[in-house]
């Protein structure tokens, strides 16, 4: 990984990659983790880039 460790998020972790295992992901949790995990944060990115943009002239308000 790149960028900061957050020790405080390994019991997240941890817990997350435990319930996928109980839904019965088996071998394939780390990819099951790996989509949701990268499906939530390319959910925020549009809104991100909104902001970034305000003004461009696209017709963009963000909220």
């Not at 020790?7 to 319930?19: E, H, M, T």
């Not at 109980?22 to 944060?41: E, K």
């Amino acid at each position: 990984m790149h960028g900061p460790a957050f020790p405080s998020l390994l019991p997240f972790l941890d817990s997350a990659v435990a319930l996928l295992q109980q839904a019965g992901f088996g071998d394939l949790t780390a990819y099951a983790y790996s989509a949701l995990f990268n499906h939530a944060f390319l959910m925020l990115a549009p809104g991100d880039d909104r902001k970034q943009h305000e003004g461009n002239g696209a017709g963009i308000t963000p909220p």
